[in-house]
């Protein structure tokens, strides 16, 4: 009989491994953890075109959003391990939101497994074209002679917009005021209207601002240059040694996903991320290339700074 339970195993192993590399067979969701119309979900629809037509059947985009990020997320985890619901992760929802929501019992870098990552970007300092600040360190120096004068805006608490200026706070020695808001749009509002000082926000909604000459772009808070963006220089040139927040972005499947799957997966997005017309679709951002384990790597070097930043920063969701 051990030698008809070894054949059958075989059997149903051999069957188990040639149904997924059939996949996909059918529909897959793409789980947006954010509302209908944000960056996030345009880049989702963009890469969702594309994985449908590299696999051949349809990947839906779906926005589940609440807690940050963090409905989606666990609607996600809370689904078969088959590879047909996907997550489009953020910095903000794997390695910002464990530590600002404390009470959370999930830990997204060993809940989930990478299938690869796909865009990069980065938030920019911008001031109002009237304002006094024609550099980075001008505006350094008025905080320093004015501590908490200035003030800036964010998308909420623990946001990369909040975090972003609590990290120039810390490296460049300086006290500024933040005024959350709920979402990029009202706080870009206010500052536009003279309420706010500064911003320190995602590129893509200061781009034609600046170049319309409404708005200073004193730099941006990545560490590398984006093609797209050349005019401006990073804060780490600009006087901040070693600043850097760059935002990125990633497709994620539940721990457990067969590895078949996975590697049909990564196939379809290693190609889709490589291509001319994807980088110019998503453009000022730009594709993140990066194979898995460097991505994983990646992961774990960002993790451990915004458990410290958030941790620093006092800030909390809970």
Avoid: C
Avoid at 34 to 58: M, P
Avoid at 310 to 318: M, Y
Wanted: aromatic fraction near 8%.
């Amino acid at each position: 009989m051990r030698w008809m339970r070894l054949v059958l195993g075989g059997f149903f192993a051999g069957a188990l491994v040639a149904a997924h590399a059939s996949y996909p067979e059918r529909t897959v969701r793409l789980v947006v953890p954010f509302t209908a119309g944000s960056g996030l979900d345009k880049l989702a629809r963009v890469t969702g075109e594309r994985l449908s037509r590299e696999l051949g059947q349809s990947f839906v985009v779906e926005n589940i959003s609440g807690a940050g990020g963090n409905v989606g997320v666990d609607s996600v985890l809370k689904s078969p391990r088959d590879g047909y619901t996907l997550l489009f992760a953020t910095m903000g929802t794997m390695v910002i939101n464990p530590h600002l929501y404390k009470r959370q019992k999930r830990t997204p870098l060993t809940d989930f497994q990478v299938v690869g990552p796909i865009q990069s970007s980065t938030n920019v300092l911008a001031v109002r074209a009237e304002q006094p600040f024609n550099n980075l360190q001008q505006l350094i120096a008025f905080a320093k002679a004015n501590p908490g004068k200035l003030t800036y805006g964010s998308s909420g608490i623990g946001s990369s917009s909040h975090l972003s200026a609590v990290l120039l706070g810390q490296m460049a020695g300086i006290e500024l005021t933040h005024v959350p808001y709920r979402g990029s749009s009202a706080a870009a509002t206010d500052f536009m209207g003279g309420r706010l000082d500064f911003m320190m926000d995602g590129a893509s909604q200061y781009v034609q601002l600046a170049n319309t000459g409404k708005v200073r772009v004193l730099g941006t808070t990545s560490r590398r240059r984006f093609e797209t963006m050349m005019q401006w220089q990073p804060l780490a040139d600009l006087g901040v040694p070693g600043f850097d927040v760059t935002i990125w972005t990633a497709v994620m499947a539940p721990q457990g996903t067969p590895q078949p799957v996975l590697d049909a997966l990564r196939r379809a997005l290693t190609k889709i991320v490589a291509e001319p017309e994807f980088r110019t679709a998503i453009a000022p951002d730009e594709p993140m290339v990066m194979s898995v384990p460097a991505f994983e790597a990646f992961l774990q070097t960002e993790n451990a700074k915004w458990e410290r930043l958030v941790r620093e920063s006092g800030a909390s969701a809970d």
